[in-house]
């Protein structure tokens, strides 16, 4: 699995309603020496020391021995700029404690649940090991006892939020994918082992947190806010879709830090929410919300590398359809077929059919949309939240949700898994 945030308040607005255009908030952010962060416009890049985040050498050379402890995917291909400034842009929006701020402009430099599974899971896939678990244990720091996540923190890890959004009850969901990803990226087995049981208290919690969540909604998540933040009458993919990816996840990792009867639960409850998506959602073509009919980006979380299970026909279809129904002016796509016509592209949406293109194995779908966002960046090189119809970047720049989606695309990429014979893709 990996995991997915409505990092931005914007998200909180109708999405009926034209917003008009976005300006972009900046083309970079770099860092100092002493760990400030410093917003650069285009006037300002030419302070930016070349392949790096950096204003002085000093933190240039850090930010490259940084990225040499890892690897940086698509190293010598096209897209191995975009990979390598996508990691670096992590790394500046992230602290040293793990708050995995969404941006770094002031109304996006939250922490997101959903926005730091990736980031953690991007570290995790680019051997930065330390980094992803500092991600998730700021996020276990933050959890309440009963595993339900808010919207969004203040970094200073507190746990206090920023405003009363409320619970968005997929968060722990993508905690529990996230630290599976981690998981999967510790090759020694006793790091592994003493890593997850240091994560214990996020691995418990947020499995009995999509437990009790499928419990009230007698199967399904009741309606509330998913990724789109605003509010909701019916239930939606965008929370069974993380829930059920978190609960597949969960039980290997339950085991093996000795929790089997929990690892069960977890289990048939998967099982169960497979099957009611498949028939409630699945017969209707995979719509957003049940009983509606525009698709939305949340149907690629039914796909590998979010899920082993490779997806049937009728997934598939919809994952096509939904991409020409989501498709904007510039290129890129919008969170659903319904959003607003304001001819916004949105890059984590088009990352996420990126991702889950090279994960099914569908590896010219894949590089046609990784070249779109190559092409559509900042002239820093940054990915911003947006593009307009103009085809010029948006809003936040960088934005970590798509940075981190970039960084596990180009990485999926590169794994090149078997391309699915059976479904008809060849």
């Known amino acids: 699995m990996l995991a997915v945030s409505a990092a931005t308040a914007s998200w909180a607005t109708a999405p009926g309603r034209d917003h008009g255009h976005s300006p972009l908030h900046s083309q970079t952010v770099a860092m100092t020496s002493t760990g400030e962060r410093v917003f650069l416009d285009q006037a300002g890049l030419d302070r930016l020391i070349p392949g790096t985040r950096a204003l002085d050498a000093e933190t240039a050379a850090a930010q490259r021995a940084w990225l040499a402890e890892g690897t940086v995917p698509g190293a010598g291909g096209r897209w191995e700029s975009m990979a390598r400034t996508a990691l670096l842009d992590l790394r500046v929006s992230t602290t040293e404690d793990g708050a995995a701020t969404a941006g770094w402009s002031t109304r996006w430099r939250y922490v997101w649940p959903r926005d730091s599974a990736f980031v953690a899971a991007a570290f995790a896939r680019t051997g930065h090991l330390g980094d992803a678990e500092r991600v998730l244990a700021f996020l276990q720091r933050v959890q309440p006892g009963s595993g339900r996540f808010q919207a969004r923190y203040l970094p200073d890890g507190s746990g206090a939020t920023p405003d009363d959004r409320g619970e968005e009850q997929d968060g722990a969901g993508w905690a529990l994918g996230s630290t599976a990803e981690l998981a999967s990226a510790l090759q020694d087995p006793q790091r592994r082992l003493a890593t997850l049981l240091r994560l214990r208290p996020l691995l418990t919690r947020s499995t009995r947190a999509c437990l009790a969540v499928l419990a009230e909604g007698n199967g399904l998540p009741l309606p509330g806010l998913d990724y789109w933040e605003i509010p909701q009458d019916r239930p939606t993919l965008g929370l069974a879709a993380p829930i059920l990816a978190g609960l597949e996840a969960a039980p290997a990792l339950l085991r093996e830090i000795g929790e089997p009867a929990l690892a069960t639960a977890a289990a048939t409850a998967a099982a169960d929410l497979d099957r009611r998506i498949t ?59 319904d959003w607003r016509r304001d001819g916004v592209s949105w890059t984590p949406e088009t990352a996420l059919f990126a991702l889950t293109a090279a994960g099914t194995g569908q590896h010219e779908v894949a590089a046609g949309w990784l070249d779109w966002l190559d092409a559509h960046r900042t002239a820093a090189g940054s990915l911003a939240e947006k593009v307009q119809a103009n085809g010029q970047p948006a809003a936040v720049a960088p934005l970590a949700w798509s940075a981190a989606l970039v960084v596990l695309a180009v990485e999926a990429q590169g794994r090149k898994p078997p391309v699915l014979r059976h479904h008809g893709l060849t």
Do not use: K, N, S
Not at 293 to 321: K, V
């Open 279 to 337: 028939t409630r959602f699945g017969a209707h073509g995979y719509p957003r919300e049940l009983g509606g009919q525009a698709r939305d980006a949340a149907l690629t979380i039914l796909m590998p590398p979010f899920r082993r299970t490779p997806p049937g026909a009728e997934l598939l279809a919809a994952w096509r359809l939904a991409q020409g129904e989501l498709r904007r002016p510039a290129g890129g796509l919008a969170p659903g077929g």
